[in-house]
């Protein structure tokens, strides 16, 4: 029998009754798959009062598909988010982002709002009670000192979605229900660089929904993740990667990364490739300038030095790949 | 207990019955199988989704019932190793892993004959990549999945060429 | 009739005897009993590395409702330990604690939320000492000692000097050395540990299924712990989810569980968590190996010197024993004469060793492999040349004194080479594959018991009863690797009768023989022989009932299995009818057999613990490993593994495969992806998530060749085929890296982090050397 505190289950149909239901139990959490929070739960990491549980609102469990854009809903399964053909088609990149997130049974009920939340990870936090205890906790959870970083005051926890830096690609909005009603804003802005308070939620607010406009042109792009093994893994590194080409050259780029800082996002500094042809040279210089972005920290046993060199070396790969479908769709 | 603990009245199908329990609202799925309901055949393997031993059907879903409240099964059919067997004839799946080796220690073996049989359900004639990428959440220790594999292949095709799946 | 002959049983691959069980979810593990009334047991363990315990205060765990028992080292008699010579551990920390998670303090309550309560209100006082992570640190002049019997924290230095290695050094053509350092890796078996005890208060006597390899031993030292006679304790061993080691030592759950319910006068069930399990641990030290051979020209080994520095955490367990294999199993392989050993066993702040799959070979396999290979490119050889030109003749004596009567190992060769194409495709391969090849062996079971008593080594009892059923009783703990199977095959193929006739109970100490457990291979080999011994008495006495029936002499009777009969014109009896026979005015039937090994196998007297490595037989293997390598991220892809094993003879080839390929793999885990690492003492890969078993992804097809060597002594020629092929997988891994790469690992695992490092290191160093070659041209 596993421990877990002691919580009231609510069961919302809509949206509105989830936001209410939450925000009358302040020290509650919305609950979807549950293969993050209910682990962090089980580690007593996360002790809410209630869990609202939002697979029964029929608002978050389906993908929409308008002319110009489609709307994802947050409670879509990973799975289905991997095998849509619709997403397949405009967003490749999501499509295989959302097929590399743990294992098999985990995408069963995995959602991407869950995906897109999960709490940021660090091998000084995701252990027992005990553990954390022993180790007189962290800046992250109930601590004061960062082990990662002895000394300061930054938590380097990584986010180690899959999901979001495909999605930062094509400029992906969420929508949030909260107490004060809907919004949206841009993914980008869900995000801030810090470990321990990693989402700009509001108190009480609802993932509910991701629109992605689609892009006038067939946009190219592709997912790719270090891990040791070939399932079950959080990413090591992951790059998302979008591409487009002109007579040879590159007249498109984008990269997302996760797993190698606290916040999924999107690389700067690529306007320099634009218009170079995607020979070694390029893809080297490519891969160096991912890598001086890809600034992982000791978080996981893996050491960081090999996550962001990987960083680098999965986007050169990526775009060699890419580059060749591009070369071979237009001869 | 000074606490009043939240409760539900959980109501599912479980392995073809029927029947309903109060449960704590805090009760994963895994411990209601194992101790409410006495189904042991469900196995915990690890401290929270790593391991796969627990992997359960949810309206023919394959899911880790050690990741799983209980009360979020409402209305739910749930189908475990215990109940896969009808009239104590093995299945195909359970015939493959018994025949091929595909069970050694038997531990993992109720969760990957759960995945397996959501795998044939979904994809009767399946390649081994098919195979290796349905059972990629579920750790074995014994086999090296070699003979895993052999055994999800024996039922299919034992199932394909039309024998009685029991 | 005519056509009746003896139904086979060996040879034929078989369903193992309790699959059904296992594949229906009806196979009842330790931590599935469950009473009504059963109590939850949980442990408090220490939060620091290395301290002295001041004070413990339990009144408030023990007052809080619904608490029915806490235990302290105050409620244990005594030490224990799976070493007669270093029982230096308690079921609960006695004065001071050692490493972090060790059990101080176990409650047993009604429910798992007042047990946790429970633990929070017990207060410790801790006097924190200085504490060692590392085997240097704790070897460091003026380091605390961990215990103050074992100065400079050395558990056991261990030595020998065979041969003239210094001479047999200076005479060969070319030496080279390896420093090689292997992390420290933990079996993983899938059921986390547990046991389910039960006190019956009214006879004051406990009866235990823990989850153990070794129902034996538990059982011995929970006597010594609870200070109960030992006929009061009933071990009952449940089905088991897998040991590979961690399990052949009594371990704290199993004797917390009996201290509990008895305090309790209750049933108390402890179940430990996928952390808890880890931080039992058990597994295989981090190692330390430094290496030289002496090769000649022709590849010919002539001599091996090395020593080997194992960090074998806070208490001795099996440590001796580990250091002592890692030394004395250079020989056996190999034409080896010359060789020197220096081994160190050092005591640290950090969980346990214990004797992993492979117990001790594995590391020392690895360096040597390994070396030899670079040793084998150097002269220009290829590396099954080097292998071949260093071969045993069997039979034979080791230099220290090591029995070997059956050898396959050439046969071993000759399949891995043609199966894996190796001579048509070595060094043709594409770009970043590569092949690479190894050897291995292991023991049959140590010929000398660590408790020598003067009983056999192994004994079997069969029961016929009314029914014409034959129970098989014994000791031998059915752990998952098919031993019950087996022993059932055995005394079928003896006696030829069907094994639908045989029911076997494995390990329950009120009902089966003593038996020392599931460890070192030996059951096949010990018990099979016990089984087929028994059989054979059997045998005899169904023989004269028969004979008494028919009116004819003995030696007139045919045994057919399931019919006995005086010559084919006779119709003969049934097995029923002869059963029947057997019975009359005597009972239902009990025979045993026995088995003890030769004292010639017991192993020499040249050095102090020459006996470890003595064993009835060896079994061998080859390996040829296919990996493809991306440069670009230095992740290994092992594409294939063609595996051969000589295992005497197969009594079940298909348990034999699994049992290859389950080796294979296992290697694979500990030579790419698995390794513990700690924080400050604390384990932060006490997860599967962190600690990296394989997955099926990942996994390779693995095509196993069956070699069957047969061994004078084996039951019906067989040896062991559990073990003998994980350690080859580690340097055949890294020699296809190698082949692939041009850079040889020295550490493992070989994480796609290390070998990133090792071909950037390669890139600058061939850079340097062209910009060197440039400069002088």
Redesign the interface.
Known sequence: ?????????H?PISVEDAVSLHAAAPTGRY?AG??DL??NV??GIEQPGS?V?L?NIAELQSITDAPDQITIGAGVTLRELANSALVHEHFAAVAQAAGEV?????R??GTLGGNLCLDTRC??Y???E??R???NYCLKSRGDIC?VAPGGKKCFAAFSGDVAPALLLFDAEVELAGPSGRRRMALAELYRNDGMDHLTLETGELLVAVHVAKPSVPVTSAYAK?R???????PLAGVALRMAMRDGRIAELRVGLTGVSPLPFLAGKLDKFIGRAPDQACLEDLRDAIRSQAKAMKT????P??RR??AG??T??LAQSLAQDLVEASS | MTKTIAKTVLSLNLNGVVRDDVIPDNLLLVDYLREKASLTGTKIGCDGGECGACTVLIDGRPRHACLTLAATCQDSEIETIDGLSRDSRLTALQRGFNEKLGAQCGFCTPGMIMASEALLRRIPNPSETDIRDALAANICRCTGYVKIIEAVQFAAQALTEGEPAA | MNETSPAQSIGVPKPLVDGPEKTTGKAMFAADFQTAETLVGRILRSPVAHANIIAMDIAKAEALPGVHAVVTEADCSDSYGVLPIAMNEWALARGRVRYRGEPVAAVAAIDVATAQRALDLIEVTYEELPAYFTAEAARAEGAVLLHDDKPGNIERDAEFDLGDVDAELAAADLVREIDVNCAEVCQVQMEPHAAFAEYDGARERLTIRPSTQVPFYVHKMLARTMGMAEGHIRVIKPHIGGGFGSRTETLQSDLIAGLLARKARATVKVVLSREETFITHRGRPESRIKMKVGMKADGTITAVDFTVQQRGGAYSGYGIVTILYSGSMIYGLYNIVSARFQGVRVLTNTPPCGAFRGHGTVKTRFAFEGLIDDMARELGLDPFAVRRANLLVAPTMTENDLLVNSYGLDQCLDWVENASGWKSRKGKLAPNKGLGMACSHYISGASKPKHWTGEPHATIHLRVDWDASITLLTGAAEIGQGSSTVMAQCVAETLGVDMGRINVISSDSALTPKDNGSYSSRVTFMVGNASIDAAQNLKARLVEAAARKLEIPAADVECLGEVYRGGQQDQGLTFEEVVMEALSGEGTITVKGNYDTIPESWGGRKYRGAAIGGTMAFSYAAQVVEVTVDPHTAEITVDKVWVAHDCGKALNPLAVEGQVQGSVWMGMGQAMSEETAFHEGLPLAANMLDYRVPTIIESPPIEVGIIEAADPHGPFGAKEAGEGSLSGFLPALTNAVADAMGVRAAELPLTPDRLLELLEKKVREDAATSGRNRGAA
């Open positions: 029998m596993e421990l877990l505190s002691e919580l009231k289950l069961h609950l549950g293969s209910l682990v089980r580690r869990l549980y697979d743990a294992g098999p049974s985990h069963e009920y091998v000084f995701n252990q027992s005990w553990w205890a022993a180790n082990h270090s040791v093994r070939g399932s079950i893994d959080f996981t046993v893996t050491p030095h090999y060199r990987v070396a999965l050169l790969k």
